[in-house]
């Protein structure tokens, strides 16, 4: 009897797993197979040609300009988010007048979709934009930046645009992990005598480890698979200086190569993988339970 | 059972991350409109057109109607969202759901539909024999495609009429003359060139005039060499030259100071308010300007690369094409034979203000700037294919190298080292022969 309650439960399960598998796993497992062959919008033969396209990838002196712009887009948009968001939580967590307010203004850009965030952005960023004549206007004259068309720039520009965006997404995972620790532990802290930082360090950071998680496994996974932001705002451009591995992707299939568009698609799949999977299980060892 | 559950765990993690990172692996986006078939053996004909041209003379419901009622022959089109236009055709072709007719354009037909392969020659069709400008419709020494017009754009300076007339200037025909005419514009308080190269395309209009110039005078053999691999962009010094004029009209100051962050779609408002005198553009730029202001005077003249430069034609524009395995083939050839009829060609022609390319239909009074392109370069034989005709490959990289040029990162020589490099690796992995 039990038995068969369990496999009821699968049951119900099923028909979404085979929706999901028809249209995620078979397609993820296809593309798998179209990497390692040579498949072209202008050929109908197919031919297996083992390695080549991953061969073609690491000689391509944009594709690795791609992939290091990827990291620093990673690197600093995961920093900053959980950075800025986690500040934001410990700040507006306690107690306020304008707590709710400030807590809709932070969160309101997360709500946006990222391609309006990017369109708003993209004539502000502009030489002679509304960024520029802001600091102009403060008397920051020295900090106004060609920000969108300085190719040793422009791909911290758009990082830090992902994370005016985002910040407020990751602040309010940190506040409700915030209100789910109880307010007995600071207390006893307290009567023993712990300072602020200690209680943050000792109590707040070790049971915030679950939103922190999550927190660093979106904002990473979200930073490697960037897109959306480099191609309004500048297209891989000025040149390819802001390139990264999601614009090449189109890039490639828009050449008509598509098994080295699905090669480099599979190289970013691995490349998450193998930094995310590690990094989800080092994380959940290190989460306590209240 | 921990095990195994660990085991599940993994699975999951891995199924999760496949699908964060699965982007949409080009499924075959089926934008077919489901063919009405053969009832009573009446014939369908699929016609295939991106949205983008919905305002196409070949696809009105007048002309759709009236060839129906000639033939019995009816039109069913398979409007194909902009963006996916291509990547649809493609798809279609390769697996042999093609339609019966396809509207495209001539360059980048060679480029992206494999044109020898997939399309239906047309050198023997009825109305071949009447066509006055066979190279804006042939590619290979064939012609692929069928248009009624010979005017498919043309690429030069586009300039405002007014100012120059005011600042009484003339046409140049040397680049130091226009380096002259610049200053004089400049001196007079507008921006005498408007240059919107965050679309990188847009930088590409300059070269791909000049070059194609320079090589029709001196070396008319170039395009055939160098897509098989006996000749490199870099063999030309004058090529450098080109990209070398170009560049210094930006440093000499005779543009717009951003030019990495202005884009095409401000162009006409430029142009509107008379800020810039002045762009390397193709003429559709003129309609748009006039759409929104008839009375403003623009025009066009040859990108002034060399001593007394050709005109360059744009090889791009709306063709309709007849695929080698389409369905109704004979009726989809009637449709074109139908276009081609001297009343349904002449009213075509007269609705678009079109320059015939029929010898027996009349080209109706064209707006001012077409009549100059008529008179001063098109019936006197001074336009040029620009080098998009002779193109087996995809051009975005070049347009960002030119766009890297201006940013500072590459020099003319690295330009077009960098192409060749890639332009190379492009034409092998289509598999073009001595590559």
């Known amino acids: ?290 | 059972m921990h095990k195994r559950k660990k085991a599940a765990s993994m699975v999951l993690a891995s199924l999760l991350s496949i699908s964060l990172t699965a982007c949409g692996s080009g499924g075959t986006d089926s934008v077919t409109s489901a063919s009405n078939g053969n009832k009573n053996s009446k014939v369908t004909l699929e016609l295939a057109i991106s949205k983008s041209s919905q305002d196409s003379a070949f696809i009105q419901q007048d002309i759709l109607d009236e060839f129906e009622k000639q033939t019995n022959i009816s039109v069913n089109l398979q409007l194909i969202p902009a963006e996916q236009t291509t990547t649809v055709l493609q798809t279609k072709l390769a697996v042999d759901e093609t339609p019966d007719i396809i509207q495209y354009n001539l360059a980048s037909a060679i480029t992206d539909l494999n044109l020898e392969r997939n399309f239906e020659i047309l050198d023997n069709e009825s109305w071949a024999s009447r066509i006055v400008n066979k190279d804006v419709l042939s590619a290979a020494g064939h012609i692929y495609s069928f248009h009624v017009s010979q005017d498919t754009g043309m690429q030069g300076v586009v300039y405002n009429k007014q100012i120059f007339a005011d600042l009484g200037l003339s046409i140049p025909t040397s680049y130091e003359q226009f380096l002259a005419i610049c200053e004089k514009i400049k001196a007079g308080g507008i921006t005498p060139v408007f240059m919107p190269y965050k679309d990188a395309w847009a930088a590409n209009i300059w070269p791909a005039a000049a070059f194609a110039d320079f090589v029709a005078k001196n070396d008319p053999s170039f395009f055939d060499e160098l897509n098989s691999n006996k000749k490199k962009w870099s063999d030309i010094p004058e090529f450098k030259t080109f990209l070398e004029q170009q560049y210094e009209v930006y440093t000499k100051g005779y543009t717009n100071t951003d030019v990495l962050s202005d884009s095409y779609d401000m162009a006409v408002g430029k142009f509107l308010n008379k800020e810039v005198a002045m762009m390397f553009m193709g003429d559709w730029l003129i309609e748009g300007v006039a759409e929104q202001d008839p009375s403003m005077e623009l025009g066009v003249f040859p990108i002034p690369s060399s001593d007394d430069a050709k005109l360059g034609a744009s090889p791009l524009g709306g063709q309709l094409f007849i695929p080698k395995k389409a369905k109704h083939l004979d009726e989809a050839k009637q449709f074109l034979d139908f276009i081609a009829s001297k009343e349904i060609a002449q009213q075509i022609v007269d609705a678009k203000g079109y320059v015939s390319n029929f010898s027996d239909v009349t080209t109706p009074e064209l707006p001012a700037y077409k009549q100059d392109i008529v008179d001063n370069y098109i019936l006197p034989k001074k336009t040029v294919l620009t080098t998009d005709a002779y193109m087996l490959v995809d051009r975005s990289e070049l347009y960002r190298l030119l766009q890297d040029q201006f940013a500072g990162g590459l020099t003319p020589e690295e330009v077009l080292k960098s192409w060749d490099e890639k332009f190379s690796q492009l034409m092998q992995d289509k598999g073009v022969s001595g590559f």
């Open chain 1, 1 to 290: 009897m039990k038995r068969a309650k369990n496999l009821y439960s699968y049951y119900m399960v099923f028909p979404a797993l085979l929706i999901y598998s028809i249209f995620f796993v078979v397609p993820a497992i296809a593309a798998f197979y179209y990497s390692f062959t040579d498949w072209r919008l202008d050929r109908i033969d197919l031919k297996f040609i083992g390695w080549d396209n991953f061969e073609k990838i690491f000689s391509d002196k944009t594709l690795i300009l791609a992939l290091k712009n990827t990291a620093i887009f990673a690197v600093v948009t995961v920093a900053g988010k959980n950075i800025i968001g986690l500040l934001l939580a410990v700040a507006l967590n306690m107690r306020l007048k304008t707590k709710n307010l400030l807590r809709a203004i932070f969160y309101s850009p997360s709500i946006l979709s990222i391609l309006v965030i990017s369109i708003l952005f993209t004539p502000m960023l502009r030489t002679e934009g509304t960024i520029n004549r802001v600091l102009e206007a403060v008397g920051l004259h020295s900090l106004s930046q060609a920000w969108l068309t300085n190719p040793s720039l422009v791909i911290w520009t758009i990082a830090i645009v992902s994370i005016w965006q985002s910040a407020g997404f990751q602040m309010a995972i940190y506040l409700a992990g915030l209100q789910s620790i109880s307010q007995e532990y600071y207390e006893a802290a307290k009567i023993d005598g712990a300072s602020s930082w200690k209680s943050f360090f000792k109590i707040t950071l070790p049971l915030l480890l679950p939103a922190i998680n999550i927190n660093l496994m979106l904002t990473l996974i979200g930073g490697l698979k960037v897109f959306s932001e480099v191609y309004v705002m500048t297209g891989g451009g000025p040149g390819n200086a802001s390139q990264v591995v999601g614009t090449i992707i189109l890039r490639s299939f828009g050449e008509g190569n598509w098994g080295l568009g699905t090669a480099v698609n599979t190289l970013l799949f691995v490349v998450v993988t193998i930094i995310a999977i590690p990094l989800l299980i080092f994380m959940r060892r290190k989460e306590v339970t209240e």
